[in-house]
């Protein structure tokens, strides 16, 4: 039983939690909250630089030795600093590249992806519920039509990969974005920090990726992919939201000594770490079947886009609580994570969609049912 | 990372297989009342003879010299036979181990082997009607009289009383200073003239554990477990061999087992396991599930490696028993009316559920409750304050005025 991930990742995982701590503090946060998105992108520059970006990517096209558990570990210490960046859209869109692309397409696009030169991103969930939101893609003759929202980075990616329906099937296809015939325009979103825009494509030139027809089997895939991503992001910033709630419980004093020392705040971050604690089980196996490429992904990622979810809304909800009146004001920082939460937890499938995903794969068991029972 | 044993572990699970293959009774020979001793003991003194029943101990007092991981590998081979709870755990896993650390080598010698080979057994005589979370609030009284101690006072919720052979017992020696300081332990033979065991009637019928009176009962003072009012320190040795018994047996049924229980049940004229509202709670309840099988496998992880494992155990008990009281509701809630009908009346199939429910309910409060549990990760793992205890610094003599006065 190994259930751990190296030492190496481990060293990397440290090194980011350096980098986001002296790179992405809480203000820079905050900054791109109130509208200052400039302030991300030396973030990005560096993040590129140092290598990070290129996790995952094989050497051939630029990858630097990291491998899909630092990727994973990555987005841990990112979710933790709450950084303003679209990791893991450009990373889904790395994937369905590196996946599915020719050798052409790969190594065109791969390099300037893994140094962060060019920013991608995706858009892979279902049509939006409410009305007018979403108008679904069309492939005609390789040009692709249509409207899609909101679309992370959608503003100051070069790249979009999405699903279009062609007269042969659904389709997966990647489309340059500094083109005519596509409109961009910034929507306002819940966490201001991480931009989003709609895309309307008016007959744009797009490339397919992978097999034509193949195009809802490889969303499904590459959505699992994201879900583990946006886990690990979401456990990050649930520890974080519980350790703020924790040092906060251990400095404000009410009724003559600090609230921490109370059971009702006590118990409450308790139910707080053992929904953490539970995600992080999840995050650590879709971290486990991601780098296997193992059969199990599928209820991997629902598991952790279950778990990491309720964690972080959870986490984020009861932190604001514990700040009492303070914590609903803009000066503390306890919004920066309801906002974030509430954002992760929408990214993609409605969780309903992940609780039948998982329901579907129970038939499977975890990898040795036997231990499962004595656990 | 990978779920596979190291090849050590595998030759040793491999080995342990075997013998259970060949050695392992039926599950249906073995049971956790009295009526099934004789069968039970049979089982341990195989075990024992094999090296089995104590596979962490010292090879010079019958055990293995084994690692925890091994311990742990046997625990999930001899699992898959579904045996009943065994009545020597609480003997082997807790009272041995203290009498290893504060009693003289030959008594150590003289209990360890009848012990291990199940020809005694032992019980655990600490919780009391007015001391239960607050165990070192207890107020049987041991007083001193000559070479002996005379013991008057009351336990309960013990398990195995009323067949055991000898018991740890927590006892007050000196009521005079603050409640922690004026503890002994001692360890008493269970026929001893002036112990009354009866049998507690418990909510859902059965009776399983037993109240113990004790009636100027003496125990030389040879038996004495450590200082005299350092009766709280072996406590703290016992409660941490307590918590070293990683995993444990099934005790609800699995979301997946809920899962094809209710496609036997019917919901809105289709099966019920179709239904969307029905799969979204199952889902729910399979993410603990399994996120809790996850943070087994980080405990096996550190254990392989000989580290200690992190708080996992508490976090299973406070997620999982939760979960068998919803899943016990929800099953009943699905049969309408009808899940309000006892077993007699709704088959054998149904006594399970029945079970979970009410056992949930106790293992909430069982082994340390969840508010307790809370308390301790609160202040072991995220470093908040401990409760303000008004009893302190008070002679436990005084309490019952602080009590009335704060009430």
Known sequence: MNFEFSDEARAVQAEARRFFGERCPRPLVRHAVEGEQAAAAPLWRELGTLGYLAAGIDAEHGGQGLGLPERCLICEEAGRALAPLPLVAHWTAVTAIARHGSAAQRARWLPPLADGSIIATCTLAPAGAGPGVDSPCRLEHDLVTGTRQPVEAGAGAGLVVLQAHAPDGLCLVLVELAQAAVERTVVPMIDPSRPHARLTFRGARAERLGAAGAGAALADGLRDHAAILTGFCQLGGADAALAMARDYALERYAFGRVIGGYQAIKHKLVDVYVRNEIARGHCYYGAWSLATDAPETPAAAAGARLAATRAFSFAAQENVQVHGGLGFTWEADCHLYYRRARLLALVDAPLDAWRERLVDAMATPAPDAALAQVA | ?407
């Not at chain 2, 580290?307 to 299973?316: C, I, M």
């Open chain 2, 1 to 407: 990372m990978d779920f596979n044993d190291t090849p050590a572990e595998a030759a040793f699970r491999a080995e342990v297989r075997r013998w259970l293959a060949a050695n392992a009774p039926p599950a249906d020979a073995l049971g956790y009342d009295a009526a099934a001793l004789p069968a039970a003991r049979a089982w341990q003194a195989r075990k024992a003879a094999a090296g089995y029943a104590a596979i962490t101990w010292p090879v010079a007092l019958g055990g293995r010299g084994g690692r925890t991981i091994e311990e742990v590998i046997y625990r999930q081979e001899e699992s898959r036979y579904g045996f009943p709870g065994s009545h020597f755990a609480i003997g082997l896993g807790i009272c041995l181990p203290t009498l290893m650390s504060y009693a003289t080598p030959e008594q150590v010698a003289r209990h360890v082997r009848p012990a291990l080979y199940g020809e005694e057994i032992w019980c655990q005589l600490f919780s009391e009607p007015a001391a239960g979370s607050d165990v070192a609030g207890i107020r049987t009284r041991a007083q001193r009289d000559g070479e002996d101690w005379v013991v008057n006072g009351q336990k309960c919720w013990t398990s195995g009383a009323e067949y055991a052979d000898f018991g740890l017992l927590l006892a007050r020696t000196d009521a005079g200073v603050p409640k922690h300081r004026g503890l002994t332990v001692f360890f008493v033979d269970m026929k001893s003239p002036g112990i009354r065991v009866r049998p507690i009637r418990q909510s859902d019928g059965g009776s399983e554990f037993s109240e113990v009176f004790f009636t100027d009962l003496h125990i030389p003072d040879c038996q004495r477990l450590g200082g005299v009012g350092e009766g709280w320190k072996v406590v703290l040795t016992t409660l941490m061999h307590e918590r070293n018994l990683v995993g444990g047996n099934k005790m609800w049924p699995t979301p997946a087992e809920v899962l094809d229980m209710t496609s036997r049940l019917t919901l809105d004229r289709a099966p019920a396991s179709r239904d969307l509202r029905v799969r979204a709670r199952i889902a729910d309840w399979e993410v603990d599930h399994r996120g809790l099988v996850y943070l087994y496998y980080r405990a096996l992880t550190s254990l392989g490696r000989g580290q200690a494992p992190g708080p996992e155990q508490a976090l299973h008990k406070l997620v999982s028993c939760s979960q068998g009281q919803e899943i016990a509701c929800f099953l009943m809630d699905l049969m309408g009316p009808a899940g309000a009908m006892a077993p007699a009346a709704l088959g054998s199939a149904w006594a399970s559920v029945e079970k979970t429910w009410w056992w949930s309910s106790a293992q909430r409060i069982a082994g340390g409750t969840d508010e307790i549990l809370k308390n301790i990760i609160a202040e072991r793992v995220l470093g908040l304050p401990a409760d303000v205890r008004v009893d302190k610094d008070v002679p436990f003599s005084e309490l019952a005025e602080i009590q009335r006065r704060t009430a």
